[in-house]
């Protein structure tokens, strides 16, 4: 069965430092991934997403994501990180057969001025 | 503007007193969902409509009913609400492409007393 991981519940960088956010999935073929932002109050943003091609896709907000089938992870990376991207983090997988959307339970960020 | 319209975003109800949550999009958009976001445990999908009226069941449909009666609206019933159906509501739509991703609404926090 599909299946997603963010096998950190919690993070907390400091403001201007990088931030790498795990994601893992679990999808017999080639994944639709995507990654998602929910600020405080807010809903679902989209960040970026990926199906094929280039491997590195750059999103909204200074964001990019890595797939890498060999490991199965959809990593997001932010090189410097701003107060303002203190939020949830949500990664996701589509799947094209049952139309179906399956999520992580999240990471939540925390950025110390 | 491109958006998702949820009402109300907060409702607090007695058990078993009938409430609907309602979600518009201005997108043209084919498919829409129903999510409720737990601590710990993520976006979990309650029901989903293909098109106008085309429903199916998502993770977790028990207790609640939705329509699809103009593309547009997919509204949330709740017939009797229980305090376990406390939670914090996302509606959802998208093009009817996998790859597209969701556009969601700003959610809607249910509190059953």
């Known amino acids: 069965a599909q299946s997603v991981t963010q096998p950190d519940i919690h993070i907390t960088v400091s403001e201007g430092a990088s931030l790498e956010l795990r994601c893992n999935y679990s999808y017999g073929a080639t994944p639709y991934l995507f990654w998602y932002v929910q600020s405080p109050g807010q809903g679902l943003q989209l960040l970026l997403k990926?199906?094929?091609?280039?491997?590195l896709v750059q999103g909204i907000k200074g964001f990019e994501a890595e797939f890498k089938r060999s490991q199965s992870s959809f990593n997001l990376r932010k090189p410097s990180v701003h107060w303002s991207d203190a939020a949830e983090y949500f990664c996701?997988?589509?799947?094209?057969?049952?139309?179906?959307?399956?999520f992580g339970t999240g990471t939540r960020l925390k950025v110390l001025a | 503007e491109a958006q998702v319209t949820q009402n109300p975003r907060y409702l607090i109800t007695v058990t078993g007193k009938k409430l609907t949550v309602t979600c518009s999009q201005n997108m043209n958009h084919e498919y829409m969902s129903w999510y409720r976001q737990d601590p710990g445990l993520g976006l979990r999908q309650i029901y989903y409509s293909m098109n106008v009226e085309v429903t199916d069941k998502g993770d977790v449909p028990e207790g609640y009913k939705v329509s699809r009666k103009e593309k547009r609206n997919f509204p949330l019933i709740l017939e009797s609400p229980s305090p376990n159906q406390t939670s914090l509501y996302f509606c959802?739509?998208?093009?009817?492409?996998?790859?597209?991703?969701?556009?969601f609404g700003s959610g809607t926090r249910l509190t059953v007393v």
């Open positions: 990926y199906f094929s091609g280039d491997t």
């Open positions: 959802a739509s998208s093009n009817g492409q996998v790859g597209y991703g969701y556009t």
């Open positions: 996701a997988v589509g799947d094209s057969g049952t139309y179906k959307y399956i």
